[in-house]
């Protein structure tokens, strides 16, 4: 990549009155860049994002967006970036198209086509007050307020939890749209993990508020697999599998689930144990679940 | 400068009503203002003022007033968008979007003011005293009293729409106060205009540095959380779940605008009445904090074995024992001040009286809302804090008898009772489905 | 165009890029179909364009699609003649020895596994007549 990078974090932490939130983080984002967050309740997703976008000081180490300090971020590079909370912090008494026209008036370039074209689409009515709303319909208002203006760098927290399929593929149609540009990132955290899986194109897996995994999404789906194997005499109860993350004997059978895996060991690993080795890749919802067992 | 202009064009304009009321008031500012200076006086057929054209001259000189209230309550939305857009994470991410904010929130209020200050100026335009001064003088008392406003508007807004009408009451009271402080022109400017500059700054200073003190901010709400008591302990479920967990924050949230008001009154010497009038206000906005029960209810009424009624008489119970706190500050306050401003024994005794009745009555009418809030209920509201203001006038008034006190107060009573039995009735059959939360109202509960 | 399924263990890439691979092999996509863009076809199949973008440039550096300036991607003509049979079969090979697992945990015998396949092909005869070659019957 000639660019450098939108987002930059170096041993990033944050703690809470002594006790850790996150530490140790450190990662790039780069323009095209779609970045699934992945990780339990209270990994630190949130508290990740937040110190990306400078809500929040670190404790320890730096986060930079377009260069500069996080927290410090100027205004005009805050027109390049584009933020959906997880809870909608809309004002209730609002009609739509007034919550979008407040706004819109922070930035010196706002789509207006587009919002009108995504609000029709995703049957948002612009006239409708936001108390009156549902809660689908208030997280798509958030989540357009957040593509208005274009942004270079946009960051979601959960933006799908309340939508309904149809919603969903929409936005997800929308993400694909902004990701096409190839100058514009995309980071978000979410639990539906099949849409991370169809859209990322990097994972982030934050585990015990530490960056468990992160990497390309590919290598991932390479990296983690599971192994059938098949022994025509029973299989000694010592049986060791290198980087096995779970073993489990059957007789003539096991299945591990192996992290780290990598297409050249088969045949070895086939011939050191005397059997039949299969090798199965799993969704990434099955690898999340393997990961935290 | 776009945002700016914005935010205050949807402070004015944000919903129906608002918009109908900002528009109103100007209409009847400017209309009434023309109207004075240039309307020759009215008389009847006969060449001499009749009753009916002084009624007419009566309205036609209050037209500017009218319209000031109106102005300054089409700002409304103020104080309710201003915190919600200040505690979200838009301010963050938004360019300049604290100091827009703030500029907003500050214009509004200077507008607000220019138009009092020229009602003011208007009503001393055939008077030989000096325009400019006047001008000048009102400008300054507005800007404080309109920045209080707002913010009491916000602190009653938290508690629905009651507490919203409720506020605007304490409002309309504040606002007629200092009108005395601009005639005296003795008294010195520097005064509202040293209070001015110092609440602005320290506003802006920590509104501006709020990001660099959130770590020291959220320590000093935990300990204060910690000192009020607002931890769990066991048996407080029904206060913890319907509010009322922590009357000490309004008791004593409520010292400061009788501080103010004292400090005031005794300036200009208003004291008997606008004190009883101004306490008889606070004691209502107790019953903000009711008109939410209904809708928290649900939460209470789904893990306990009552009925409705029985749902009733615990919420009841609560704010009985709510009301205590608020209650023995007020009276604390009305027998301490009462005592230093040299008011009557009499003033004194069925000011105490007065209090609670006020709060009862309040805590009464929120328990009322059960529903969204019809027509019927704001004006059974109005019509009970107009009963309370006559009484406290009664009150406060050396002239009137005894007995008339006395009457006004068991016919108080006797309306409390009214009250309570129509509240019984609605929550025995409550339809959770009518008083849905505001999801504003679940964030902040 | 193509059937992807983004929730199976295989990565989407890969499945695209054997997808294109075989049709280009067997002559499913004549030299000079035009591919869709990277942005339509992750649109339709809702996957990240950098997915797309990825395949489109490995398969331009192996010479099965050739990039034309301002116009879609499109399959190169085989440097070559088309890869012999033997070539092909290799690349059918990993979902043979699948349906032979499969036939083996469900205890069939071999001659009616072929009969089953001799049927499931003209069953797929009659139903895409796009990619159809004619059959003696």
């Given at each position: 990549?000639?660019?450098s990078?939108y987002?930059?974090?170096?041993?990033?932490?944050?703690?809470?009155?002594?006790?850790?939130?996150?530490?140790d983080?450190?990662?790039?984002?780069?323009?095209g860049?779609?970045?699934?967050?992945l990780?339990?309740?209270?990994?630190?997703k949130?508290?990740?994002?937040?110190l990306v976008?400078?809500?929040?000081?670190a404790?320890?180490g730096?986060v930079?967006?377009?260069?500069?300090?996080?927290y410090?971020?100027?205004?005009?590079a805050?027109?390049?970036?584009?933020?959906?909370?997880?809870?909608?912090?809309?004002v209730?008494?609002?009609?739509?198209?007034?919550?979008?026209?407040v706004?819109?008036?922070?930035?010196?370039?706002w789509?207006?086509?587009l919002?009108?074209?995504?609000s029709?689409?995703?049957?948002?009515d612009l006239?409708?007050?936001?108390?009156?709303?549902?809660?689908?319909q208030?997280?798509k208002?958030?989540i357009?307020?957040?593509?208005?203006?274009?942004?270079?760098v946009l960051?979601?927290?959960e933006?799908?939890a309340?939508l309904?399929?149809v919603?969903?593929r929409q936005f997800l149609?929308?993400i694909i749209?902004v990701?096409?540009d190839?100058?514009r990132?995309?980071v978000?955290?979410?639990?539906?993990?099949?849409?991370?899986?169809?859209?990322?194109?990097k994972?982030w897996?934050?585990?015990?508020?530490?960056?468990?995994?992160?990497g390309?999404?590919?290598?991932?789906?390479?990296?983690v697999?599971r192994?059938h194997v098949r022994?025509?005499?029973?299989?000694?109860a010592?049986?060791?599998?290198?980087?096995?993350?779970?073993?489990q004997?059957n007789g003539?059978t096991?299945a591990?689930?192996v992290?780290?895996?990598?297409?050249?060991?088969?045949?070895?690993?086939?011939?050191q144990?005397?059997?039949e080795i299969e090798m199965?890749?799993?969704?990434?919802?099955e690898?999340?679940?393997?990961?935290h067992? | 400068?776009k945002?700016?202009?914005?935010?205050?064009?949807?402070?004015?304009?944000?919903t129906?009503?608002?918009?109908?009321i900002?528009l109103?008031g100007?209409v009847?500012?400017i209309?009434?203002?023309a109207?004075?200076?240039?309307?020759p006086?009215l008389?009847?057929?006969?060449?001499n003022p009749t009753?009916?054209?002084?009624?007419?001259?009566a309205?036609?000189?209050?037209?500017?007033?009218?319209g000031?209230?109106c102005?300054?309550?089409?700002?409304?939305?103020?104080?309710?968008m201003?915190?919600?857009?200040?505690s979200?994470?838009?301010?963050?991410?938004?360019?300049?979007g604290?100091?827009?904010?703030?500029?907003?929130?500050?214009?509004?209020v200077?507008l607000a003011?220019l138009?009092?200050a020229?009602v003011?100026?208007?009503y001393?335009?055939?008077?030989?005293?000096?325009?400019?001064l006047?001008?000048q003088?009102?400008?300054a008392?507005?800007?404080?009293?309109?920045?209080?406003?707002?913010?009491?508007?916000?602190l009653?807004?938290?508690?629905?729409p009651?507490?919203l009408?409720l506020g605007t009451?304490v409002?309309?009271?504040?606002?007629?106060?200092?009108?005395?402080?601009?005639?005296?022109?003795?008294?010195s400017?520097a005064?509202p205009?040293?209070?001015?500059?110092?609440?602005?700054?320290?506003?802006a200073?920590?509104?501006?540095l709020?990001?660099?003190?959130?770590?020291?901010?959220?320590?000093?709400?935990?300990t204060?959380?910690?000192l009020?008591?607002?931890?769990y302990?066991?048996?407080?479920?029904?206060?913890?779940?319907i509010?009322?967990?922590?009357?000490?924050?309004?008791?004593?949230g409520?010292?400061?605008?009788?501080?103010i008001?004292?400090?005031?009154?005794?300036l200009a010497s208003?004291?008997p009445?606008?004190?009883?009038?101004?306490?008889?206000i606070?004691s209502?906005?107790?019953?903000?904090?009711?008109?939410?029960?209904?809708?928290?209810?649900r939460?209470l009424?789904?893990r306990?074995?009552w009925?409705?009624?029985?749902?009733?008489?615990?919420?009841e119970n609560?704010?009985?024992?709510?009301?205590?706190y608020?209650?023995?500050?007020?009276l604390?306050?009305?027998?301490?001040?009462?005592d230093?401003?040299a008011?009557?024994?009499?003033?004194l005794?069925?000011?105490m009286?007065?209090?609670?009745?006020?709060?009862?009555?309040?805590?009464?009418?929120?328990?009322?809302?059960t529903?969204?809030?019809g027509?019927?209920?704001?004006?059974?509201?109005?019509?009970?804090i107009?009963a309370l203001?006559?009484?406290?006038?009664?009150?406060s008034?050396?002239?009137?008898?005894?007995?008339?006190?006395?009457?006004?107060e068991v016919?108080?009573?006797?309306?409390a009772l009214l009250?309570r039995?129509?509240?019984?009735?609605?929550?025995?059959r409550?339809?959770?489905m009518?008083?849905?939360?505001?999801?504003?109202v679940r964030?902040?509960? | 165009?193509?059937i992807?399924?983004p929730?199976s263990?295989?990565?989407?890439?890969r499945?695209?890029?054997d997808?294109?691979?075989?049709m280009?092999?067997?002559?499913q996509?004549?030299?000079g179909?035009?591919?869709?863009?990277i942005?339509e076809?992750?649109l339709?199949?809702?996957?990240?364009p950098?997915?797309?973008?990825k395949?489109y440039?490995l398969?331009?550096?192996?010479g099965?699609?050739?990039?034309?300036?301002?116009k879609?991607?499109?399959?190169?003509?085989?440097k070559?003649?088309?890869?012999?049979p033997?070539?092909r079969?290799?690349?059918?090979e990993p979902?043979l020895?699948?349906?032979?697992?499969?036939?083996?945990?469900?205890?069939?015998?071999e001659?009616?596994?072929?009969?089953?396949?001799h049927?499931a092909w003209?069953?797929?005869d009659?139903?895409e007549?796009?990619?159809?070659?004619a059959?003696?019957?």
């Amino acid at each position: 990549m000639h660019a450098s990078p939108y987002i930059a974090a170096r041993g990033l932490g944050k703690s809470f009155n002594g006790k850790p939130v996150l530490a140790d983080v450190s990662f790039t984002v780069e323009p095209g860049d779609v970045v699934g967050v992945l990780g339990k309740n209270g990994a630190g997703k949130t508290t990740l994002l937040e110190l990306v976008l400078g809500f929040t000081p670190a404790t320890a180490g730096s986060v930079q967006l377009f260069g500069y300090e996080s927290y410090r971020l100027p205004g005009a590079a805050k027109a390049r970036v584009g933020f959906v909370p997880q809870q909608d912090e809309l004002v209730n008494q609002l009609t739509a198209a007034d919550q979008i026209g407040v706004i819109a008036s922070f930035y010196p370039n706002w789509d207006d086509e587009l919002v009108g074209r995504l609000s029709a689409e995703w049957e948002v009515d612009l006239n409708q007050r936001v108390k009156n709303m549902s809660v689908g319909q208030r997280q798509k208002l958030s989540i357009l307020l957040a593509l208005g203006h274009r942004p270079d760098v946009l960051i979601l927290d959960e933006p799908v939890a309340s939508l309904d399929p149809v919603a969903r593929r929409q936005f997800l149609e929308q993400i694909i749209e902004v990701a096409a540009d190839g100058n514009r990132s995309v980071v978000f955290s979410s639990h539906i993990v099949s849409d991370v899986e169809r859209l990322a194109n990097k994972i982030w897996i934050l585990k015990d508020r530490r960056m468990y995994w992160q990497g390309d999404f590919d290598s991932l789906k390479d990296s983690v697999v599971r192994l059938h194997v098949r022994a025509t005499s029973p299989l000694p109860a010592s049986l060791e599998i290198p980087n096995a993350l779970r073993l489990q004997r059957n007789g003539t059978t096991a299945a591990a689930i192996v992290q780290g895996w990598r297409a050249d060991a088969h045949e070895a690993l086939a011939e050191q144990l005397g059997a039949e080795i299969e090798m199965e890749q799993l969704t990434l919802e099955e690898i999340f679940l393997e990961l935290h067992r | 400068m776009k945002a700016t202009a914005r935010l205050i064009y949807t402070y004015f304009t944000g919903t129906a009503l608002l918009r109908f009321i900002t528009l109103a008031g100007l209409v009847a500012g400017i209309g009434g203002a023309a109207l004075n200076l240039y309307l020759p006086p009215l008389t009847g057929g006969s060449g001499n003022p009749t009753r009916f054209s002084l009624a007419q001259e009566a309205v036609i000189f209050l037209l500017p007033v009218a319209g000031l209230l109106c102005f300054v309550f089409g700002a409304s939305l103020l104080p309710a968008m201003f915190a919600r857009l200040a505690s979200s994470h838009y301010l963050y991410v938004l360019p300049h979007g604290r100091t827009k904010l703030l500029a907003s929130a500050f214009a509004t209020v200077a507008l607000a003011s220019l138009f009092a200050a020229g009602v003011v100026t208007l009503y001393y335009y055939k008077t030989p005293l000096v325009l400019d001064l006047i001008f000048q003088r009102a400008f300054a008392v507005s800007f404080a009293t309109t920045s209080f406003l707002y913010v009491v508007l916000w602190l009653t807004g938290k508690g629905g729409p009651i507490g919203l009408l409720l506020g605007t009451f304490v409002m309309v009271a504040t606002l007629v106060l200092p009108l005395k402080f601009i005639a005296t022109p003795s008294t010195s400017l520097a005064i509202p205009w040293t209070a001015c500059v110092l609440l602005w700054t320290t506003f802006a200073a920590g509104f501006l540095l709020a990001p660099r003190l959130k770590a020291s901010l959220g320590r000093l709400r935990q300990t204060l959380a910690q000192l009020t008591g607002s931890t769990y302990r066991g048996g407080g479920e029904v206060d913890f779940l319907i509010g009322t967990a922590r009357p000490w924050t309004l008791a004593a949230g409520q010292i400061v605008p009788i501080a103010i008001a004292t400090y005031i009154m005794s300036l200009a010497s208003w004291a008997p009445l606008a004190w009883a009038f101004f306490l008889t206000i606070i004691s209502v906005t107790t019953g903000a904090v009711a008109s939410l029960a209904a809708t928290r209810g649900r939460a209470l009424w789904l893990r306990a074995r009552w009925t409705r009624a029985e749902l009733f008489r615990h919420v009841e119970n609560a704010f009985w024992r709510y009301n205590c706190y608020t209650l023995g500050v007020l009276l604390l306050l009305l027998v301490g001040i009462g005592d230093w401003l040299a008011l009557p024994t009499r003033v004194l005794a069925f000011g105490m009286g007065l209090l609670a009745l006020g709060s009862t009555l309040s805590t009464y009418i929120g328990l009322i809302v059960t529903a969204r809030i019809g027509w019927r209920d704001a004006v059974l509201a109005v019509i009970v804090i107009l009963a309370l203001m006559r009484t406290a006038m009664h009150v406060s008034s050396p002239t009137t008898p005894t007995a008339t006190i006395v009457a006004y107060e068991v016919g108080l009573a006797a309306l409390a009772l009214l009250l309570r039995e129509l509240a019984r009735r609605r929550w025995s059959r409550l339809d959770w489905m009518l008083c849905r939360p505001d999801t504003s109202v679940r964030a902040s509960a | 165009m193509f059937i992807l399924k983004p929730h199976s263990g295989v990565p989407i890439y890969r499945q695209l890029l054997d997808q294109i691979r075989r049709m280009a092999a067997s002559g499913q996509l004549p030299p000079g179909t035009e591919l869709p863009s990277i942005r339509e076809l992750a649109l339709t199949h809702a996957i990240n364009p950098m997915t797309v973008s990825k395949v489109y440039t490995l398969l331009e550096a192996e010479g099965v699609l050739e990039r034309n300036r301002g116009k879609p991607m499109t399959v190169a003509k085989p440097k070559r003649a088309q890869a012999p049979p033997a070539k092909r079969l290799e690349q059918l090979e990993p979902h043979l020895e699948q349906v032979v697992l499969a036939a083996r945990q469900l205890e069939l015998a071999e001659d009616d596994v072929v009969k089953a396949l001799h049927e499931a092909w003209e069953k797929t005869d009659a139903r895409e007549p796009v990619h159809r070659r004619a059959r003696p019957r």
